[in-house]
């Protein structure tokens, strides 16, 4: 049985705007009311130990999801379960069940040593003595964070404190995981090592994992489903090969030459930038391997440095809508 | 429930804790309540040269019924008072981790911080009520003795329940919340702090069943103070204030989870 069930999931939000040409005192209260369709009409199920990568441009209903799945907010349509729960009615028992990690909140004491919040949660989650040691060990041990237990939570460095969040939405043992943007701001080191853990995590523990994110790398090493949602509805919901090989077909391979040339003339790419000694060559996947390619550009000029540039969420979501008015299906017919 | 009554001394002292961490900030914080409490004593004496022979009151009974409803309000201040970091929390989004927590909403917002700086505002109201409580005439006996603790007890609990509600509003007003919250609050606190007759009819109405502050003082200090209502109320309503301190705080509560259903968060 799934165990996140969304069915025809809605959500508006009411926002206000002083009326035009209001001022004045009265022009708070004279407002006009607009309905923002933030989220409509979604479902999708996702099954006990998947980990799932719930993607899409700014302002595309993610966040939104996110707070109706943890019952932050109360949905304007449709149905959700959660491990059993309805968010919404059933709020604080579900919390037992659910892990969140929202990138750009803290839901650490701020003014308190780290360990301090993690003792303190070990009590609102009423984690027994043992369960807590071993949990609060595996994560001290993986991802390295003996040294920086004791400090204060507003001293620490965005990368320490997210592996601090990620323990705290862990010392309970959830099933599910939430995760919104857990890697936005982070080094590549530090990318690494999230990552890491949470491969880890749901391999060990079965965790459920619903990740948000706009770093292509974090679904492509943690993902093998994928949703796609934009503009508050889905656009793609199956696998990510499948989604890479249909969709995320160009990429560029980015090249330094030792000096300065013309725009090389290799089979299967096409130059699409040079400025200096630098070019884009723009290929497909299912013409060539970026090996191949770079071993065809080797053989005609040196290579100082070079990257392989993978297509961006907003590429793949604006050439999903490209196939789409050209007919080509969106959706895997066989999701997960 | 069990669980926050249980994890309240903890959650108080890790505020208590929070502010020890910046030691200089908290040793001003002590300086200042301490100036703070020196000058709510001298007000105590002020209160004493200004409280009006009001309608028929005699001082000693005005000072009653300010030092009641006076000390009644400061520890619902204690409690609840943060509740006007409410719009912040709102704002912030930070009510988000609040409602991801396996406790109630209501109960986190109370305990973000702990008031420990109006324990000398409740000491400067129990002094003017001791003052009262000797000078009023008071025909004391147990009865009365016991009224006077229930009274401060419900006006507590009616207090609380007008400022959840008056938090509550920020649900709907967001930005403007804190005014409105300030209105019911301190506003309510003035009203109670005087005998309702000397107020005009329509707002004596308001005053006692609408938002119930005439349940704070006025009802069960006429028992205690074995006085004619000027109102020819019922006697009944004397003893009527537990009840309405119930019902009140189930108001508030369903309020705020109708606030709750409300909330939108941030959009970042
Ligand atoms: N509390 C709110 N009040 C009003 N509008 C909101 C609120 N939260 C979100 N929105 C709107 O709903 C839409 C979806 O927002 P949401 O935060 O879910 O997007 P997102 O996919 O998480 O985007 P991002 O990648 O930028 O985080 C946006 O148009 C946003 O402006
Ligand atoms: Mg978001």
Not at chain 1, 212 to 228: A, N, Q, W
């Amino acid at each position: 049985m799934a165990i996140i069930e969304v069915r025809d999931l809605s959500k508006q939000f009411r926002v206000a705007r002083p009326r035009e040409g209001a001022r004045g005192p009265l022009a708070r209260v004279r407002r006009e009311y607009t309905d923002v369709r933030a989220v409509e009409r979604v479902s999708f199920d996702v099954e006990p130990g998947e980990m799932v990568g719930y993607i899409g441009p700014n302002g595309a209903g993610k966040s939104t999801t996110i707070k109706m799945l943890t019952g932050i907010l109360v949905p304007s349509g449709g149905r959700l379960t959660v491990a059993g729960f309805e968010p919404s009615r059933q709020r604080k028992e579900m919390a037992r069940h659910i892990g969140v990690v929202f990138g750009q909140r803290t839901q650490l004491w701020w003014d308190l040593p780290l360990a301090d919040s993690f003792t303190l949660l070990k009590h609102i989650y009423r984690v027994p003595d043992e369960r807590f040691a071993a949990n609060l060990g595996r994560c001290i041990d993986t991802m390295e964070m003996a040294e920086f237990l004791r400090t204060p939570v507003r001293q620490l460095s965005l990368g320490q404190r997210m592996r601090g969040e990620l323990t705290a939405a862990l010392l309970h043992n959830p099933e599910v995981l939430y995760l919104d943007e857990p890697t936005i701001g982070l080094d590549v080191v530090a990318k690494s090592r999230i990552r890491e853990f949470l491969t880890s995590l749901n391999r060990d523990a079965g965790t459920t994992i619903l990740l948000t994110t706009h770093d292509m790398g974090d679904i492509e090493r943690l993902c093998r489903r994928v949703i796609i949602i934009d503009r508050g509805g889905i656009l793609y919901d199956g696998d990510l090969e499948r989604l890479k090989a249909r969709f995320a077909t160009e990429r560029t391979l980015v090249v330094d030459l030792e000096e300065p040339a013309p725009a090389l003339d290799v089979p299967f790419a096409t130059v699409e930038r040079v400025e200096g000694p630098r070019q884009w060559l723009r290929f497909q996947r299912a013409d060539t391997s970026a090996a191949e390619l770079i071993a065809a550009v080797a053989r005609a000029a040196r290579i100082v440095d070079l990257r392989v540039d993978e297509p961006s969420i907003e590429d793949v979501v604006l050439r999903i809508y490209a196939g789409a008015a050209k007919g080509i299906a969106i959706n895997d017919p066989s999701p997960g | 429930m069990d669980n926050e009554l249980r994890l309240f001394p903890r959650l108080a002292w890790s505020r208590v804790r929070g502010q020890l961490e910046y030691r200089l900030s908290f040793a001003l914080m002590l300086i200042g309540y301490f100036v703070m409490t020196l000058a709510d004593f001298l007000a105590i004496w002020v209160i004493f040269q200004h409280l009006p022979l009001l309608a028929g009151w005699s001082l000693g009974e005005v000072a009653f019924l300010y030092g009641t409803s006076y000390v009644s309000f400061r520890i619902a201040d204690m409690v609840v008072g943060h509740l006007d970091m409410l719009p912040t929390l709102v704002r912030t989004g930070a009510l988000d981790t609040v409602l991801t927590r396996p406790l109630g909403s209501l109960y986190q917002v109370v305990t973000i911080d702990f008031g420990l700086r109006h324990v000398g505002a409740i000491a400067q109201g129990l002094v003017i009520l001791v003052i009262a409580c000797t000078t009023a005439g008071i025909p004391w006996d147990a009865g009365r003795a016991l009224m006077l603790l229930v009274t401060i007890a419900c006006g507590t609990a009616i207090f609380i329940a007008i400022w959840i509600v008056g938090a509550t509003t920020v649900f709907w007003t967001l930005g403007s919340g804190l005014e409105v919250l300030n209105a019911f609050t301190y506003g309510g606190n003035q009203m109670a702090n005087y005998p309702i007759n000397i107020y005009a009819g329509w707002l004596r109405r308001i005053i006692a069943f609408f938002v119930p502050l005439a349940f704070v003082t006025y009802f069960p200090s006429l028992y205690i103070l074995a006085r004619e209502d000027p109102l020819h109320t019922p006697e009944l309503l004397r003893f009527a204030s537990p009840l309405v301190a119930l019902a009140a705080l189930l108001v508030a509560r369903a309020v705020w989870g109708q606030g709750i259903r409300h909330y939108q968060s941030t959009g970042s």
